[in-house]
């Protein structure tokens, strides 16, 4: 079992930046690939960035690329997302996800459907 906590949410205006963390319980953080999901009023949950389990193969979606960074530290159990140039289209609820796949190949997960655990989200929110 994994408990996810997110923090570092909140308001800033376009073009600032946020860092938000993840830290899960437990001893074995560095067994689960990490992803961080966003959604936004009346839209699906996506992906923002995702990073295997060693932190050494990240992905991110096209919409973030070059303004977000996705970090993990296995001895803090902390997953990071950096966020520079904001846009008020970033704006959503952000989520931490925990997926055991790739426990002995160290990939990213991209499909929410195998990531067994889920942070409670914070937001953020991009002012114009």
């Known amino acids: 079992q994994v408990q996810l906590v997110e923090s570092g949410g909140g308001l800033v205006q376009a073009g600032g930046s946020l860092r938000l963390a993840c830290t899960a319980s437990g001893r074995t953080f560095n067994n689960y690939a990490m992803g961080w999901f966003r959604q936004a009023p009346g839209k699906e949950r996506e992906l923002a960035a995702a990073i295997s389990r060693t932190g050494g193969r990240t992905y991110y979606a096209d919409s973030v690329k070059g303004r977000f960074t996705v970090s993990k530290d296995n001895a803090k159990n902390t997953v990071y997302l950096q966020m520079n140039s904001l846009k008020p289209e970033d704006t959503a609820v952000y989520y931490c996800?925990?997926?055991?796949?790739?426990?002995?190949?160290?990939?990213?997960?991209?499909?929410?459907?195998?990531?067994?655990?889920w942070g409670q989200g914070t937001q953020v929110t991009v002012s114009s």
């Open positions: 996800a925990a997926s055991p796949i790739g426990l002995f190949s160290d990939v990213v997960v991209l499909n929410q459907g195998q990531y067994n655990y």
